[in-house]
């Protein structure tokens, strides 16, 4: 008696394509990968600095609050009790600048106390009929009282002396004024105590103006003392 062979079991569509199943797997994994990859990657990640910036400024509005706050405390204070400006105190007044010696005053240049008592302006010539000198431009002869109030005989020399113009411009004396007739204190010794009268001459331009005179100061490092001739 024989028995008929058992019919053979058909094998799975998978298990007859194992090439195309195998290629089917790698698409699905990636498929899945990349679904997982792409859904962190579509969430916004969060500015820090916009966050950090937000944070800053609600410090900001914090402290604003907190500032008009203190000020109004501060307001309600000087509302209760305001204080009376202070008043201004006067200005003292500025003492007025002290000027400058001028004719008939004397001044002390060290050694000698010195006192213009006049001036002569425009004068054309000194000396006298016989023995004279013309000026180039006009004599100015400028009269002065000399004291000697050292210990000793002490020389007024006319050269450390200087008239100034209108120009501020120094003029020395002058070669001419050994003519003069009178004291011109060319070579002139004071004794101690003794009182000299004399000129100082000068020859400036006709169109100039004296307006003052620096005298010499015998002070050690003394600087020249201006008289005013106006």
């Given at each position: 008696?024989?028995?008929?062979?058992?019919?053979?079991?058909?094998?799975s569509?998978?298990?007859?394509?194992?090439?195309?199943?195998?290629?089917?797997?790698?698409?699905?994994?990636?498929?899945?990968?990349?679904?997982?990859?792409?859904?962190?990657?579509?969430?916004?990640?969060?500015?820090?600095?916009t966050?950090?910036?937000?944070?800053?400024?609600?410090?900001?509005?914090?402290?604003?609050?907190?500032?008009?706050?203190?000020?109004?405390?501060?307001?309600?204070?000087?509302?209760?009790?305001?204080?009376?400006?202070?008043?201004?105190?006067?200005?003292?007044?500025?003492?007025?600048?002290?000027?400058?010696?001028?004719?008939?005053?004397?001044?002390?240049?060290?050694?000698?106390?010195?006192?213009?008592?006049?001036?002569?302006?425009?004068?054309?010539?000194?000396?006298?009929?016989?023995?004279?000198?013309?000026a180039?431009?006009?004599?100015?002869?400028?009269?002065?009282?000399?004291?000697?109030?050292?210990?000793?005989?002490?020389?007024?020399?006319?050269?450390?002396h200087?008239?100034?113009?209108?120009?501020?411009?120094?003029?020395?004396?002058?070669?001419?004024?050994?003519?003069?007739?009178?004291?011109?204190?060319?070579?002139?010794?004071?004794?101690?105590?003794?009182?000299?009268?004399?000129?100082?001459?000068?020859?400036?331009?006709?169109?100039?103006?004296?307006t003052?005179?620096?005298?010499?100061?015998?002070?050690?490092?003394?600087?020249?003392?201006?008289?005013?001739?106006?």
């Amino acid at each position: 008696m024989s028995y008929p062979a058992p019919a053979q079991k058909q094998k799975s569509w998978f298990a007859r394509h194992k090439i195309l199943t195998a290629i089917l797997i790698i698409i699905i994994i990636g498929i899945i990968a990349s679904m997982g990859s792409g859904g962190d990657g579509d969430e916004p990640k969060a500015d820090s600095n916009t966050s950090t910036g937000n944070s800053n400024d609600r410090n900001e509005d914090t402290n604003d609050d907190g500032g008009d706050g203190d000020a109004a405390i501060v307001d309600a204070a000087d509302g209760e009790e305001a204080e009376e400006p202070e008043a201004d105190e006067p200005e003292e007044a500025e003492e007025p600048a002290e000027s400058a010696p001028g004719v008939g005053d004397t001044v002390s240049t060290g050694n000698f106390d010195v006192t213009i008592t006049s001036v002569d302006a425009e004068v054309g010539l000194i000396g006298n009929e016989h023995f004279n000198a013309e000026a180039a431009g006009q004599f100015v002869l400028v009269h002065v009282s000399v004291t000697n109030t050292g210990n000793e005989a002490e020389h007024f020399r006319a050269s450390e002396h200087k008239l100034i113009d209108e120009q501020d411009r120094q003029h020395s004396e002058s070669s001419d004024a050994w003519y003069y007739d009178g004291e011109t204190f060319a070579f002139t010794e004071v004794n101690p105590g003794n009182t000299v009268e004399g000129a100082l001459i000068y020859d400036i331009p006709a169109d100039s103006v004296p307006t003052a005179i620096d005298l010499g100061n015998d002070e050690f490092f003394g600087d020249p003392i201006r008289v005013s001739l106006q």
